[in-house]
């Protein structure tokens, strides 16, 4: 039996020889088992600044507009508002969108997880299918998901209700969970479907390691 072992562990060093370099490389850097842990602090960053402001504005009905860039390019709307160019924190987003202020009219939007512009202009959507309560802002939130595929979160000035738009759908009566899966789920980096076999089965030895150890 032990030799069946050793010609397996044998022929998995000839097939998997340039993963196991790579994953060697990986451990090295101590990045194999770390990458996802850390890749992703700038998103979940983002996330709760975003999280902080939607909670204080929407219990207080204070409607807003936010535009997070995707992959598809904002430039044309980014040059129509004014610029801000800062890190995104939940008190900037509340004293943007605070009624009677110079920057509450329009969108914000974030590029690169940093606050671009503010008073924003997003084009209007003319479906018929939006339901005829809603005003300005979610025509607006609905308009620029139809031409571009930006996320972007609306809170009603009359209810306080939060909704998404993303790829022309809108999403309405979030709640604190649902908005958060939402985010997490479209801001994340994802791992590469092709991701090496090796690394995934080298974690798996690390990860069972390390279970015994814990018992």
Do not use: C
């Amino acid at each position: 039996m032990d030799q069946i072992i050793n010609w397996g562990v044998i022929a998995m060093v000839v097939i998997f020889q340039p993963e196991i370099r790579r994953g060697l490389e990986h451990i090295g850097r101590g990045t194999l088992l770390t990458r996802n842990r850390h890749e992703n602090e700038a998103e979940e960053e983002l996330i709760g600044q975003l999280d902080q402001a939607l909670q204080y504005m929407s219990k207080r009905r204070i409607g807003a507009l936010i535009t997070i860039q995707m992959e598809t390019g904002l430039e044309e709307y980014i040059e129509t508002g004014i610029p801000i160019d800062a890190d995104v924190s939940g008190a900037l987003l509340i004293n943007t969108f605070i009624p009677n202020t110079p920057l509450h009219d329009g969108a914000v939007i974030i590029k690169n997880n940093r606050l671009a512009v503010a008073a924003a202009y997003l084009p209007l959507s003319e479906s018929n299918l939006i339901p005829k309560e809603l005003g300005t802002r979610h025509r607006a939130a609905v308009g620029i998901s139809e031409v571009t595929d930006a996320l972007t979160l609306v809170i009603s000035e009359e209810t306080g209700e939060i909704s998404i738009t993303k790829n022309n759908e809108l999403l309405r009566s979030m709640t604190r969970d649902d908005y958060l899966k939402f985010l997490r789920d479209q801001l994340y980096v994802k791992e590469p479907e092709n991701r090496n076999s090796f690394a995934e089965f080298v974690e798996g030895l690390f990860n069972k390691g390390g279970s015994k150890n814990e018992k």
